[in-house]
């Protein structure tokens, strides 16, 4: 399975749209320091995320997601699964 997925920066409240197959590990890696765009931006916690079958799925949702652009978009994501 591949996972479409939305962390937040506990810090700033910043949020970071990825996509992985595992996602406790990439998530440590967040935590980590070991991806570039979240590295110096504190604590980030899993807020949001959606499963795919095949990474192209999961690759194509991203996309779709990054495209919008907005904030309040993904906040909508968010209070529709909380």
């Known amino acids: 399975m591949y996972y ?3 962390i937040q920066s506990e810090t ?14 990439r998530l440590t ?4 320091k070991q991806s570039k765009f979240t590295k110096n931006r504190g604590t980030w ?3 949001y995320s959606e499963e795919y079958s095949t ?3 999961a690759l194509n949702r991203e996309t779709q997601i990054k495209k919008m652009k907005s904030r309040k978009y993904i906040e ?4 529709l699964c909380g």
């Not at 890696?29 to 980590?32: D, E, P």
């Not at 909508?76 to 209070?79: A, G, K, T, V």
């Open 4 to 6: 479409v997925y939305i």
């Open 12 to 25: 700033t409240g910043k949020y970071y749209v990825g996509q992985t197959n595992n996602l406790l590990e």
């Open 29 to 32: 890696r967040h935590n980590s």
């Open 45 to 47: 916690k899993l807020v």
């Open 55 to 57: 990474r192209n799925e």
């Open 76 to 79: 909508n994501l968010i209070s």
